[in-house]
């Protein structure tokens, strides 16, 4: 059978996309135990300029933490909002705080080992600049 040099390339192609997701989709899933993994992010720029991050940490979630970066380092106003559940049961916590950046800070929600949890952190910044907040978890 004769096959085309095109026909070569696209079957090449078509193989390495399929190599790729099956190797995220595996690299996704096996993630150690302990693993740092972000839950969703934003960014801002400008005069007091605010961003909202949320998102669902999955996997008996441990420690939630928020990150904030301001270009120039400036102080912020951060709050926060977790909703967790836990068999049949669901609770919830939240906050808010003003700190210089860079901020990484651990926030506390109402189980030791919830099930999931839905996480949203926003910050503003006090003056002009660049802002990105994140939300990361380990389980």
């Known amino acids: 059978m004769k096959v085309g040099i095109f026909h070569l390339i696209r079957l090449l192609g078509l193989?390495?996309?399929?190599?790729?997701?099956?190797?995220t989709s595996t690299s996704a899933s096996a993630a150690p135990v302990g693993a740092s993994r972000q839950i969703a992010s934003c960014r801002a720029?400008?005069?007091f300029a605010i961003c909202d991050?949320?998102?669902n940490a999955r996997h008996q979630p441990v420690t939630i933490v928020v990150?904030?970066?301001a270009t120039p380092r400036q102080s912020v106003s951060v709050a926060w909002d977790i909703t967790c559940s836990k068999g049949l049961g669901a609770g919830g916590s939240s906050g808010q705080f003003h700190s210089g950046t860079p901020v990484n800070r651990k926030l506390h929600h109402p189980y030791a080992h919830p099930d999931s949890c839905i996480v949203s952190a926003d910050a503003q910044l006090a003056s002009g600049g660049n802002l990105r907040v994140w939300l990361s978890y380990t389980s």
Do not use: P
Request: charged content about 10%; glycine content about 16%.
């Open 67 to 69: 990150h904030v970066r």
């Open 53 to 55: 991050a949320a998102g």
């Open 15 to 23: 193989g390495l996309a399929t190599a790729a997701i099956a190797m």
């Open 45 to 47: 720029q400008g005069e």
